[in-house]
């Protein structure tokens, strides 16, 4: 869904302009639409701490990726869904010691 609405943003509608239009009006809306403002910088702190999240998730699952960690930290949303994808299950043991604590 997020790529075909990334996809529509870009190239449907041709009657709005092309891609420097869009990109003018996209700007423009940012200057003055403080809701619009809001979700790109809560945008701007997913990423952060998405890539911040993600190593963390990373050691409890004894996870060793490199490239996978990389691109979990630099490509939002997708790289987030790739990891999720990738990612091994939490080991056993971990498991048994949180219902022993419960």
């Not at 403002?37 to 997913?46: A, N, R």
Request: charged share 20%.
């Amino acid at each position: 869904m997020a790529a075909f609405s990334i996809f529509w943003g870009l190239f449907g509608r041709p009657e709005y302009g092309d891609l420097s239009q869009r990109a003018t009006e996209f700007l423009e809306i940012l200057k003055n639409d403080r809701l619009a403002y809001s979700f790109l910088v809560d945008m701007g702190i997913f990423a952060v701490l998405q890539s911040w999240m993600v190593p963390d998730d990373m050691r409890r699952r004894n996870f060793d990726a490199p490239l996978v960690l990389l691109v979990a930290r630099l490509v939002p949303l997708f790289g987030l869904a790739y990891y999720m994808s990738v990612r091994p299950p939490i080991p056993q043991s971990l498991l048994q010691k949180k219902n022993d604590v419960e």
